[in-house]
């Protein structure tokens, strides 16, 4: 079992900078991929990025490429979404996942955890 809680939500004006943080608990954080995914109101929940047990790999969306930047921690059991230059379509509930395949993984259905999530408001 894997507890995950995500942090550093908030109201941000276009153009700034956020930086979500996602502590995890329970099991080895260092044998499990970690995701971040967003969902907007009235719309699916989407892959946003992901990053290998080590930290080596990383992939991202298209729509936040260049924009955000996943890393982790193994030795504080976190893992980060650096977000800068929101954009107002970035408002959503954002969350972590994970799950302990070894490959990065875009499906929200391959991933075993979640964590409740936490609001990012974009103002334009």
Same mark, same amino acid.
């Given at each position: 079992?894997?507890?995950?809680?995500?942090?550093? *939500?908030?109201?941000? #004006?276009?153009? +700034?900078?956020? =930086?979500?943080?996602? %502590? /995890?608990?329970? @099991?080895?954080? $260092? !044998?499990?991929?970690? *995701?971040?995914?967003? #969902?907007a109101? +009235?719309?699916? =929940?989407?892959?946003? %990025? /992901?990053?290998? @047990?080590?930290? $080596? !790999?990383?992939?991202?969306?298209?729509?936040?490429?260049?924009?955000?930047?996943?890393?982790?921690?193994? %030795?504080?059991?976190?893992?980060?979404?650096?977000?800068?230059?929101?954009?107002p379509?970035?408002?959503?509930?954002?969350?972590?996942?994970?799950?302990?395949?070894?490959?990065?993984?875009?499906?929200?259905?391959?991933?075993?955890?979640?964590?409740?999530?936490?609001?990012?408001?974009?103002?334009?």
């Amino acid at each position: 079992q894997v507890q995950l809680v995500e942090a550093g *939500g908030g109201l941000v #004006q276009a153009g +700034g900078s956020l =930086r979500l943080s996602c %502590a /995890a608990s329970g @099991r080895i954080f $260092s !044998s499990y991929t970690m *995701g971040w995914f967003r #969902q907007a109101p +009235g719309k699916d =929940r989407e892959f946003v %990025a /992901a990053i290998s @047990r080590s930290g $080596s !790999s990383t992939d991202y969306a298209d729509s936040v490429k260049g924009r955000f930047t996943i890393s982790r921690d193994n %030795a504080k059991n976190t893992v980060y979404l650096q977000m800068n230059s929101l954009k107002p379509e970035d408002t959503a509930v954002y969350y972590c996942a994970t799950h302990n395949y070894g490959t990065i993984r875009y499906a929200a259905s391959n991933y075993d955890y979640w964590g409740p999530g936490t609001q990012v408001t974009v103002s334009s």
